[in-house]
Nanobody
């Protein structure tokens, strides 16, 4: 069992930056691919970013590529999402997720509770 807790969400103006954190417990963090998803009201869940256990493989959704950066510190059991050049369409609840195998982009075994990111115009 893995528990994931996101933090760092909030309100920011368009063009601004925010860094989300996700603290993991209850599992061997370094063996999991870690992912970020987001979901806006009335919209389907969207893949944002993923990073493999040793940070050797990184993937981003097209809408955030070039603006967001995913990273992890395994000794801290923490994954981050640095969000720059934020746009109103980035407004969503952001979820951290853990995937044992990293085979399917939209799959995860464990999910956090989410943190709200609101980008004002």
């Amino acid at each position: 069992q893995v528990q994931l807790v996101e933090s760092g969400g909030g309100l920011v103006q368009a063009g601004g930056s925010l860094r989300l954190s996700c603290a993991a417990s209850g599992g061997t963090f370094s063996t999991y691919h870690m992912k970020w998803f987001r979901q806006a009201p009335g919209k389907e869940r969207e893949f944002v970013a993923a990073i493999s256990g040793s940070s050797g493989t990184i993937d981003y959704g097209e809408s955030v590529k070039g603006r967001f950066t995913i990273s992890r510190e395994n000794v801290k059991n923490t994954v981050y999402l640095q969000m720059n050049s934020l746009k109103p369409e980035d407004t969503a609840v952001y979820y951290c997720a853990a995937d044992r195998y990293g085979i399917v982009r939209n799959y995860a075994n464990y999910w956090g509770q989410g943190t709200q990111v609101t980008v004002s115009s």
